[in-house]
């Protein structure tokens, strides 16, 4: 965002305005996390805001200040349509493409009001008027906090807000492990914890949430449902309609379980299939510069981040299996040149000794 745009969103949020926020298909931490973060900061601005989901997202999330006022399109179209109709703002959080918010895009187009695109996922659309994107930030819920700093706004930050940005980045870092965790991302921990962020229980809220199904789908699937394709640094994951079944599955359930077969030794592409209303939902994950966004937007109508992705697919399960691993005989040398092991090298390759005492 140049300097002009910033002053211009700055007059614009002056007054109180009617503002819809809206973010992507499938909400995830950073998505709620963002949108409600801004919501609460915006309340705080005396504006009047709705946020609007295209569908339902985790149980885990229910908690985050402000979640009874959501809006979800899919329930509920009638006043999520009113509300962006009536809207003179709209903000697009934690997505750059209006394929990713399905039908919701519809409505967007049809709106005569300013658009505000804030992101961080690769290869932006350009169909807002202005954007606050950026590819090294870690998460959208980051772009938040700078958007608040911008507007010179820091003061606002309290104890909701905190809490809301808090948790989408914890999640969109894997709690501060990703190489997207720069030393800016835990000064940003550091503000919103003395602003009241209540770290520990909100890492209970989201990852103690498990129901007994939840976990023994996640037990199914690593006794059962892991395919190890040493050859090509690769593992994945798939499951079917009759599996979720089975585990009487819930939104939230398999979130995460990518992230089992990206943890084996030495692979550097996981991946994750499953049958959802009536598509194939994939998730891509990788170590190092095997970059799957580039890989889901080739070959699964996808996209994301360079080591995290997700796409679509109209074919069977059994297909996309097959189209899947038929493809990593063209990805042979990257998979086998990408990744953790030489990061590892790089790590154990400091003689003992040599490190300097503090
Ligand atoms: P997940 O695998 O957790 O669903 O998504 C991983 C990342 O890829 C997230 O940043 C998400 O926003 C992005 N992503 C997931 N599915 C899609 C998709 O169908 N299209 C695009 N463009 N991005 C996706
Ligand atoms: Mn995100």
């Given at each position: 965002?140049?300097?002009?745009?910033l002053?211009?969103?700055k007059s614009?949020?002056?007054?109180?305005q009617k503002?819809?926020?809206?973010t992507h298909?499938?909400?995830d931490?950073d998505?709620?996390g963002?949108?409600?973060?801004?919501?609460n900061?915006?309340?705080?601005?005396?504006?009047k805001?709705?946020?609007?989901?295209p569908n339902?997202?985790?149980?885990f999330l229910?908690?985050?200040?402000?979640n009874?006022?959501?809006i979800?399109?899919?329930k509920?179209?009638?006043?999520a349509?009113?509300?962006?109709?009536?809207a003179n703002?709209i903000f697009c959080l934690?997505?750059?493409s209006?394929?990713r918010i399905?039908?919701l895009?519809?409505e967007i187009?049809?709106?005569?009001a300013?658009k505000?695109?804030i992101d961080?996922?690769l290869q932006?659309e350009?169909?807002?008027?202005?954007?606050?994107?950026?590819v090294?930030?870690?998460?959208t819920?980051?772009?938040?906090?700078d958007?608040?700093?911008?507007?010179?706004?820091?003061?606002?930050?309290?104890k909701?807000i905190?809490?809301?940005?808090?948790t989408g980045?914890m999640?969109?870092t894997?709690?501060f492990?990703?190489p997207?965790?720069?030393?800016?991302?835990?000064?940003?921990?550091?503000?919103?914890?003395?602003?009241g962020?209540e770290?520990?229980?909100?890492?209970?809220r989201?990852y103690?949430d498990?129901t007994?199904?939840?976990?023994r789908?996640l037990?199914?699937?690593l006794?059962e449902?892991?395919?190890v394709?040493k050859?090509?640094n690769?593992?994945?994951f798939?499951?079917?309609d009759?599996e979720?079944?089975r585990?009487?599955?819930?939104?939230g359930?398999?979130?995460g379980l990518v992230?089992?077969a990206?943890?084996?030794?030495?692979?550097c592409f996981?991946?994750?299939?499953v049958?959802?209303d009536g598509?194939?939902?994939t998730?891509?994950?990788s170590k190092g510069n095997?970059n799957?966004n580039l890989?889901a937007?080739?070959h699964?109508d996808?996209?994301?981040?360079?080591n995290?992705?997700?796409?679509?697919?109209d074919l069977?399960?059994?297909e996309?299996?097959?189209k899947?691993?038929?493809?990593?005989?063209?990805?042979?040398?990257d998979l086998?040149s990408?990744?953790s092991p030489s990061d590892k090298?790089?790590?154990?390759?400091k003689k003992p000794?040599?490190?300097?005492k503090k």
């Open positions: 965002m140049n300097a002009k745009q002053q211009e969103i614009l949020l002056s007054s109180p503002i819809a926020i809206v298909w499938s909400p931490g998505a709620m963002s949108s409600l973060g801004f919501y900061y915006l309340i705080k601005k005396k504006h805001v709705t946020v609007i989901t339902d997202y985790p149980s229910y908690w985050l200040p402000g009874k006022k959501v979800d399109f899919s509920k179209p009638k006043p349509k009113t509300a962006i109709a009536e703002i934690d997505f750059n209006i394929k399905d039908a895009g519809d187009a049809k709106s005569k300013a505000c695109i961080h996922h932006p350009n169909f807002a008027d202005y954007m606050l994107h950026d090294n930030a870690c998460s819920c980051e772009l938040v906090f958007f608040i700093e911008l507007m010179d706004d820091k003061k606002y930050i309290h909701d905190a809490n809301c940005l808090y980045i999640t969109d894997g709690s492990r990703f997207s965790t720069k030393a800016k991302t835990h000064r940003i921990i550091a503000e919103l914890i003395e602003a962020a770290n520990s229980p909100i890492h209970d989201i103690d498990n007994e199904d939840k976990l789908l037990g199914y699937c006794a449902k892991l395919t394709l050859e090509y690769t593992a994945f798939h499951l079917r009759d979720l079944k585990f009487n599955y819930k939104k359930d398999t979130e992230n089992y990206l943890s084996i030794k030495d692979i996981s991946a994750f299939f049958e959802r598509v194939i939902k998730s891509f994950r095997f799957v890989f937007r080739k699964f996808g996209g994301g981040h360079a995290a992705a997700g796409g679509m697919s069977t399960l059994d996309c299996i097959i899947f691993i038929s493809l990593l005989a063209d990805y042979k040398n086998n990408s990744s090298k790089t790590l154990s390759s000794g040599k490190s300097k």
